[in-house]
């Protein structure tokens, strides 16, 4: 399945005794007044979060969208309390379930972007807090996004982040669909044994390219991300049916939370993550409790992801940590008056891929204010499509809005209210530290370009995309080739120009390429590795090294770079150095499969077999059934000199799967062992069907039958 764990990393274990309260009753009630819900609280209840990535919620029939093919969501909406207007902080995946996570708003959890952040030990995370409280927890995830390198996976028992096994490292395009995620779950949910529990299931699918399988691809032709929403709508379904079958949907706060939305080319832009308009930052948000929560009840109150973490902890009767941004919204689902609380926008992925400004921005009252070179407005009761900027006219709001967004952020960092004092340098510092430079001090957004600015490049990036979906990669090259000129400090436009050159088999054009993005910028943690990868393609492997060397001087815990680096120093014999290395790709990735093989024939070729053995037994036990392990294991043992162990491997292993290699190592091991029957047994069963094999071996083979039934008789 995914990995285990002991016990979760960072502060899992984290003074859970100081800052929990576990309700002194079982459970008990919010009072019920005339015109107000019942909300049970029950310190018993079982937790899960299905995340639906890149969902928007006017796409989902229960958000009032008549084409929608989402009647299991629908249903869970109907039977449970749907929040009209809900809000995530940024329009990307990794720091949006950061927020969900831990409560918080990225200013504090400090991860800004996918990829590039990993979520530090200081915010306690869901998990952790749940697992502290007895529950076992488990992680089912569906893209690179949110890999377990990039610290989601404290507090989880088991995080299933396992994309494609067997591949030697994940890409960072890396996803499944959501029917091999709800696999992983439905196999953990009846393995498991009694007790309560805490998942986390992420779906990934409405992402471009959009290529919902059959039947949904024929079903939606004209709008294939509906498509996908309607195959991923069917597996939170299946989902629903397995707690009923087990009898712990009653028993069970179920979540249903969009991470972001997706555009369509409003405000000039077709996917995410540059702008923070509402197409990509408005959400689905659905709570499901059956004993605990009303039914088929719609909550106008505006609701954050960041909200999702401290209602649930309410929901068991638990407190949340002080450093909690959200707000429990227990109280606005039982019907009581609650003032919206403001919701913190903002995205520093055009800042961190594009060389542009980064976007901040609040949604308070009625209104939405975005920090930018040119600011914008808009009033969102009146003007939804945000298609009328009222920056001139209601330029009081604006300022205000401002200093109120100035304020939320200088706090964070400790600096106190905008415009009461002047901050020290330290403050200001340490903003700049958390990638608020435009905070510190100035009150202006930055001198970097305004992404409403660049849309004509935006456009172009994304035309530059579609090409490459549809194959035509030569479109796709001249598109990139203009990329490079109006943004060179984009070190994503090198490597996909050089892609688009390599597999017009323009190895040398591409190589070029990935020089001159170094070049221009030297430490990227994105350039490198792929120029490493094209060296090692081109037969370079000394440059190859020097290159991937180049990303572990940035950052040590490169799966990638650690990878490709003990590859290539194992072909040149040069057996510790690449020992060490797989040791530290395995400390980040330590269910990656083909770093365990690489790492065990590494040791055994050291001649370090008691380390060798051992991994593969290890490898055995997390993959039983497997004859190609089996058969490893049966020959490290063998050169061990433990023949029994051998042969007892191997016999299991041809027992599964026989095969010709199989065959003749089980035949050595026999004659080692002294069972001169049993190796001619195998050699004959070898030489039966030796498919494959060169003839060389196959007369190797025939002589060594000869002389093992002369010397037999």
Known sequence: MGKKKGRAKGRSAFFAAGILAVAAAVFFFIRHDAGRERVRRDSGLNVLIITLDTTRADRLGCYGYEEAGTPRIDALAAAGVLFKDAYCPTPLTLPSHASLFTGTDPYLHGVHNNGTYVLGPELATLAEILKSAGCETAAFTASFSVDSRFGLDRGFDVYDDTFQEGAPFKAINSERQAGEVFDAFRDWMEQRESGRFFAWVHFFDP?????????????????????????????????????????????????????????????GESGHGVFIYDGTMKIPLIFHAPENLPRDRTVRTRARLIDVFPTVLDLLGLRPPETTHGESLLSSIAGRRAADHPAYLETFYPRENYGWSELTGLVEGEWKFIRAPRPELYHLASDPGENHDRIASESGTAVRMNRTLENIVRRAAGAGDAGTRRMTAEEEERLRSLGYASFAGSGRAGDRPDPKDMRDVLRLTQDARAAEYSGDFAAAASAYEELVESIPDSPAVYVNLALSRARLKDFESALA??????????????????????????????????????????????????????????????????GALYARALAVEPENRFLRLNYAANQAASGRMTEAVAEYERLVADHPGDPVLLEYLGVAHGVAGDTAASVAALEKAAGIRPSPSLYINLAMAYKAAGNIDGAIRSLRRYLENPHGESEAAVAAARAELAALERERR
């Open 207 to 267: 992402h471009l390219p959009y290529d919902p399988p059959s039947p949904y691809r024929e079903q939606f032709a004209d709008d294939l991300y509906d498509g996908e929403i309607a195959y991923m709508d069917v597996h939170v379904g299946r989902i629903v049916d397995l707690l009923e079958r087990q009898g712990l949907l009653h028993s069970t706060i179920l979540v249903l939370a969009g991470d972001h939305g997706e555009a369509f080319g409003e405000k």
């Open 513 to 578: 390429v990935l020089r001159a993005g170094v070049e221009r910028i030297p430490d990227s943690e994105i350039l490198l590795p792929r120029l490493g990868h094209t060296l090692l393609v081109m037969g370079r492997p000394g440059e190859a090294l020097e290159a991937m060397n180049r990303v572990l001087d940035i950052n040590p815990r490169h799966v990638e770079a650690l990878t490709v680096a003990a590859g290539i120093l194992d072909g040149a014999r040069r057996r510790d150095e690449a």
